[in-house]
């Protein structure tokens, strides 16, 4: 007879087959609860324990369904007289743990029984005796793993802060410092000693390859210009003869050669080039 406990590090589960297949009667104790067990074995491992299986007589091991749930799966494979393993009992600890009432016997074609305990932060043992041996059971207390870091931006990362001055100034002991060129006093940071960047007076953000360029402009000047056009005249005599408005040669219209010309300024405009906006602190973190 063996049993075979379940480990939540696939290090544990090849310790677990040998202990399973060398070593009659005995248990592998598992160090955690983890809900993968024998699936997340590589697949030498998982061929292993199959073939391990299929050699015992009788073959009781526990899979959880989750932290609190679990299965003993338990079958016997008689090898002379007799088909089925008799179950005597299933001890456990009534307080904690919550079973289905075992079978009377335990054949080829296996049994599986479902448990929960009502605590999992609670370690819990169980039993379940035959008529072939009696087979230990023990689950450890389930820690759940530790929450991952919280995420933290990156030391130059600016952001735009829709609160007051007073209030972006207290985050200064977050790490965040407002962009108004002010100089960073801070030890621990690579910024310590450097100017925040002079984004206070109106400046926008912009992407670029690397940090630190500026330029722009809230407004362009266009200078005062002269302008002026020119035409060469003809000689119509039939359509325009007298036109006042023309450079007229004698009575029969216009003079071959003659010109109109013309000439205007255009006065000097500054011109704005600022888009609508919505005015905000922008702080940077340092630290």
């Given at each position: 007879m063996a049993s075979l406990g379940f480990s939540d590090a696939q290090s544990n589960f090849s310790q677990d087959y040998r202990t399973l297949c060398s070593q009659q009667d005995s248990f592998a104790q598992s160090n955690s609860l983890n809900t993968q067990v024998i699936r997340v074995a590589d697949a030498n491992l998982a061929q292993a324990f199959t073939e391990c299986v299929s050699s015992q007589t009788f073959i009781a091991y526990l899979e959880p369904t989750d932290t609190k749930q679990f299965q003993i799966i338990a079958s016997y494979k008689p090898t002379g007289e007799g088909n089925t393993d008799v179950v005597q009992s299933l001890r456990y600890n009534h307080a904690q743990v919550t079973c289905d009432n075992p079978p009377h016997e335990i054949g080829p074609q296996g049994t599986i029984i479902n448990c929960s305990r009502n605590d999992e932060a609670t370690a819990v043992q169980l039993a379940l005796n035959t008529t072939q041996g009696s087979e230990g059971f023990r689950i450890p207390a389930y820690v759940p793993p530790p929450p991952p870091p919280p995420f933290q931006l990156p030391v130059g990362t600016i952001i735009a802060f829709g609160g007051t001055e007073a209030q972006a100034q207290a985050q200064t002991a977050n790490g965040w410092w407002i962009c108004d060129g002010r100089v960073v006093s801070d030890l621990g940071s690579p910024w310590n000693g450097q100017h925040t960047p002079q984004l206070s007076q109106?400046?926008?953000?912009?992407?670029?390859?690397?940090?630190?360029?500026?330029?722009?402009?809230?407004?362009?000047?266009?200078?005062?210009?002269?302008?002026?056009?020119?035409?060469?005249?003809?000689?119509?005599?039939?359509?325009?003869?007298?036109?006042?408005?023309?450079?007229?040669?004698?009575?029969?219209?216009?003079?071959?050669?003659?010109?109109?010309?013309?000439?205007?300024?255009?006065?000097?405009?500054?011109?704005?080039?600022?888009?609508?906006?919505?005015?905000?602190?922008?702080?940077?973190?340092v630290p």
């Open positions: 109106g400046s926008f953000l912009r992407g670029a390859a690397n940090a630190g360029g500026t330029g722009g402009a809230v407004s362009q000047q266009i200078p005062s210009q002269t302008i002026s056009s020119r035409s060469n005249g003809f000689d119509q005599h039939d359509t325009f003869w007298g036109d006042p408005r023309t450079n007229v040669c004698g009575a029969s219209g216009f003079c071959t050669g003659a010109a109109v010309t013309s000439q205007g300024t255009w006065n000097a405009a500054t011109v704005p080039t600022l888009p609508p906006y919505y005015e905000v602190i922008y702080p940077i973190r």
